[in-house]
T-cell receptor, first 114, second 114 residues
Framework: AQSVTQLDSHVSVSEGTPVLLRCNYSSSYSPSLFWYVQHPNKGLQLLLKYTSAATLVKGINGFEAEFKKSETSFHLTKPSAHMSDAAEYFCVVSEGGGSYIPTFGRGTSLIVHP | KAGVTQTPRYLIKTRGQQVTLSCSPISGHRSVSWYQQTPGQGLQFLFEYFSETQRNKGNFPGRFSGRQFSNSRSEMNVSTLELGDSALYLC?????????????FGPGTRLTVL
């Protein structure tokens, strides 16, 4: 069985400071992991994905995430927050093994202060 | 390339009615998945269709059903609506093969049940 836990429901940062959104996962197989962003009243947009290639994954808009198997983590980071980064972020695990039903975390709301 | 489109964008129904939502995937995508998003439960997987066949199913009652047409367009139907069915319903399309399960989301249909 697979599961995903986003450790913070809200993260507040100042513009120009680093962003860290934490995600832990559980999977019986070698998982694929994703981060999606959802701006208000919009659908979800893929930021980046890990599919067993490089453990450090670079995504769009300056975001990146590192897959750490020993820690079962896939934290999302960005060196410098921008006001436009304010949104809801979802960590997603899909473990394969014949079933590709993805499991979404509960989401982390990123608040960016000027 | 056009993105995923969903119609209608907003719907208001009353308890006991039924509703049909439509989703047009990205051209060439054979997989369409449906999700329900609510503040209380977050994003929950409803079902996935691939080449006109339901390939995966989440844990929702039989009132929720779907289908996919030969052009990959998909519809979702909810019968005997309940107040708790009020939600944002998201559709996502993907190539659907084992190595390319990146999903592209539509803007969603906001369903309000009175």
């Amino acid at each position: 069985a697979q599961s995903v836990t986003q450790l913070d429901s809200h993260v507040s940062v100042s513009e120009g400071t680093p962003v860290l959104l934490r995600c832990n996962y559980s999977s019986s197989y070698s998982p694929s992991l994703f981060w999606y962003v959802q701006h208000p009243n919009k659908g979800l947009q893929l930021l980046l994905k890990y599919t067993s290639a490089a453990t450090l994954v670079k995504g769009i808009n300056g975001f990146e995430a590192e897959f750490k198997k020993s820690e079962t983590s896939f934290h999302l980071t960005k060196p410098s927050a921008h006001m436009s980064d304010a949104a809801e972020y979802f960590c997603v695990v899909s473990e394969g093994g014949g079933s590709y039903i993805p499991t979404f975390g509960r989401g982390t709301s990123l608040i960016v202060h000027p | 390339k056009a993105g995923v489109t969903q119609t209608p964008r907003y719907l208001i129904k009353t308890r006991g009615q039924q509703v049909t939502l439509s989703c047009s995937p990205i051209s060439g995508h054979r997989s369409v998945s449906w999700y329900q998003q609510t503040p209380g439960q977050g994003l929950q997987f409803l079902f996935e269709y691939f080449s006109e066949t339901q390939r995966n199913k989440g844990n929702f009652p039989g009132r929720f059903s779907g289908r996919q047409f030969s052009n990959s367009r998909s519809e979702m139907n909810v019968s005997t609506l309940e107040l708790g069915d009020s939600a944002l319903y998201l559709c996502a399309s993907s190539l659907g093969d084992r190595d390319h399960y990146e999903q592209f989301f539509g803007p969603g249909t906001r369903l309000t049940v009175l």
